[in-house]
């Protein structure tokens, strides 16, 4: 699926279902890539309840049930990457694991100069 789109991870995924199981309601988890950042592009993650607006443009995407919203504009730089979720001792997050658009990222890997 990462080839056309972008694909969930099982650490990813199984933090989603924990959040949903936590908040009591269904979420999603929306990807959007904004200029900024020091490498030009950043990852900008936010959940928001499943039964939000979608925009027009938008791709859902699900895995073992967890599911990821990406928005039209951001696909084209997000086209075939993998969406994880790491656990470091400073903290955790959901980060872009792989992505092949991408031809260098900041040392935080928020942020990323893309591929022309």
Known sequence: ????????????????K????????EIRLRVRVDSGGCSGFQYDFS?????ADTEEGDTLYEHNGAKLVVDEA???????ST?????????????????PNSESACGCGVSFSPKL
């Open 74 to 80: 951001s696909m084209e730089f997000l086209k075939g």
């Open 83 to 99: 969406i994880d979720y790491e656990q470091e001792l400073i903290g955790s997050k959901f980060v872009v694991a792989a992505n």
């Open 47 to 51: 959940l928001e309840p499943l039964n």
């Open 1 to 16: 699926m990462a080839a056309e789109g972008v694909a969930l991870t099982e650490a990813c995924s199984l933090r989603l």
């Open 18 to 25: 924990e959040l949903t199981e936590s908040k009591d309601e």
